[in-house]
């Protein structure tokens, strides 16, 4: 049983002729007679009677008319869905996101896609960038944004844009100059992205200078979001580090005061995907938004 047989069936009993059938299926009369004979011989009844000006359909034909409508519809649905994929005319868009995302306008980006491409639904996923690479690399998604450094075995790494990571503290003489590795490690830290620790990006690499120095960093109080930090800071909890992003953003505290590192430190945002593979439409021209919305931010001075 092909498509091609059902559709000439339920053209035939739609038109009632295999004349009529064969013109709007575009084909030979005879074509259309030879699939609908091959269709009875495998099922082994026949669908028509034969024999008056119109066909008649049998007993046999009118069981199989809900199925062969429900087979053709779905191949029908899903080629279209694949069309519509292609012209951006609706699929889905997986796309991972780096930890303080919103910082760097990506909220505005979901807004722009879908004024763009209203049929096209949008996942985004991600709470750091470990996360991320790991669910690019397995798969689950087709394509994301990090900082660097992650794991990036079997992906391509296009790095797009540096954001320099100051030290954050209330105190005027924490940030009379810049942070050696040798002061953040004495210094009484409040570190956010807890869950992830020193597998994340920005904390891997001030633990890299540690290491190197022959130093321990040892946070005071480690909490998730870079908000819940900033605000411990304020309080006059202990110090912290904060990119420039969110220094630049509304949710940056009044007052907060910051230093360069001495080795400037730099969180280097970068688009993933699996090596080789082929992002879809949807996701593809997401990937390419999200690579012009951070290419469009204007690097601004080094705050005082």
């Given at each position: 049983?092909?498509?091609?047989?059902l559709?000439?069936?339920?053209s035939?009993a739609r038109t009632?002729s295999?004349?009529a059938?064969?013109?709007e299926l575009?084909?030979?009369?005879?074509?259309?007679?030879e699939?609908?004979?091959?269709l009875?011989d495998?099922?082994?009844?026949p669908?028509f009677?034969?024999?008056?000006?119109?066909?008649?359909v049998?007993?046999?034909?009118?069981?199989?008319?809900?199925?062969a409508?429900?087979?053709?519809a779905?191949?029908?649905g899903?080629?279209q869905a694949?069309r519509?994929?292609q012209?951006?005319?609706?699929?889905?868009?997986?796309?991972?996101?780096l930890r303080n995302?919103d910082?760097y306008?990506?909220?505005?980006?979901?807004?722009?896609f879908?004024?763009?491409h209203?049929?096209?639904?949008?996942r985004?996923?991600g709470?750091?960038?470990?996360?991320?690479a790991g669910?690019v690399?397995?798969g689950?998604?087709?394509?994301?944004?990090?900082?660097?450094p992650?794991?990036?075995?079997?992906?391509?790494?296009t790095?797009?844009?540096?954001?320099e990571?100051f030290?954050?503290?209330?105190?005027?003489?924490h940030v009379?100059?810049p942070?050696?590795?040798?002061?953040?490690?004495?210094?009484?830290?409040v570190l956010?992205?807890?869950?992830?620790?020193w597998?994340d990006p920005?904390?891997r690499q001030?633990?890299?200078r540690?290491h190197?120095?022959?130093?321990?960093?040892?946070?005071?109080?480690e909490?998730?979001h870079?908000?819940?930090?900033?605000?411990l800071?304020?309080?006059?909890?202990?110090?912290s580090i904060?990119?420039?992003?969110?220094?630049?953003?509304?949710a940056c505290?009044p007052?907060l005061?910051?230093?360069?590192?001495?080795?400037?430190?730099?969180?280097t945002?970068?688009?993933i995907?699996?090596?080789?593979?082929?992002?879809?439409p949807?996701?593809?021209?997401?990937?390419?938004?999200?690579?012009?919305?951070?290419?469009?931010?204007?690097?601004?001075p080094?705050?005082p």
């Amino acid at each position: 049983m092909t498509l091609n047989q059902l559709r000439a069936f339920l053209s035939a009993a739609r038109t009632g002729s295999f004349t009529a059938a064969a013109a709007e299926l575009s084909v030979a009369q005879a074509s259309v007679s030879e699939l609908i004979r091959r269709l009875e011989d495998e099922l082994g009844l026949p669908l028509f009677g034969r024999g008056g000006r119109r066909l008649v359909v049998t007993p046999a034909g009118v069981e199989l008319l809900s199925y062969a409508e429900q087979a053709v519809a779905a191949a029908d649905g899903g080629a279209q869905a694949i069309r519509n994929m292609q012209t951006l005319g609706g699929g889905v868009a997986t796309f991972g996101l780096l930890r303080n995302a919103d910082f760097y306008l990506l909220s505005d980006l979901v807004e722009q896609f879908l004024v763009r491409h209203p049929s096209v639904r949008v996942r985004m996923v991600g709470v750091n960038s470990v996360e991320t690479a790991g669910a690019v690399a397995a798969g689950e998604l087709e394509a994301g944004l990090v900082v660097l450094p992650i794991d990036d075995e079997g992906l391509t790494v296009t790095p797009l844009l540096r954001d320099e990571v100051f030290y954050a503290s209330r105190n005027p003489d924490h940030v009379s100059g810049p942070v050696t590795i040798e002061r953040f490690c004495s210094a009484r830290l409040v570190l956010y992205d807890a869950h992830y620790g020193w597998k994340d990006p920005t904390r891997r690499q001030l633990l890299e200078r540690a290491h190197l120095a022959g130093l321990k960093i040892e946070p005071w109080i480690e909490v998730e979001h870079v908000e819940s930090a900033l605000d411990l800071v304020m309080r006059g909890v202990g110090d912290s580090i904060v990119c420039q992003a969110v220094v630049e953003s509304s949710a940056c505290p009044p007052g907060l005061l910051i230093a360069p590192f001495a080795e400037p430190l730099y969180d280097t945002i970068a688009l993933i995907q699996r090596v080789n593979a082929v992002l879809s439409p949807a996701t593809r021209e997401f990937a390419r938004l999200a690579e012009r919305t951070l290419m469009s931010r204007q690097q601004r001075p080094t705050p005082p």
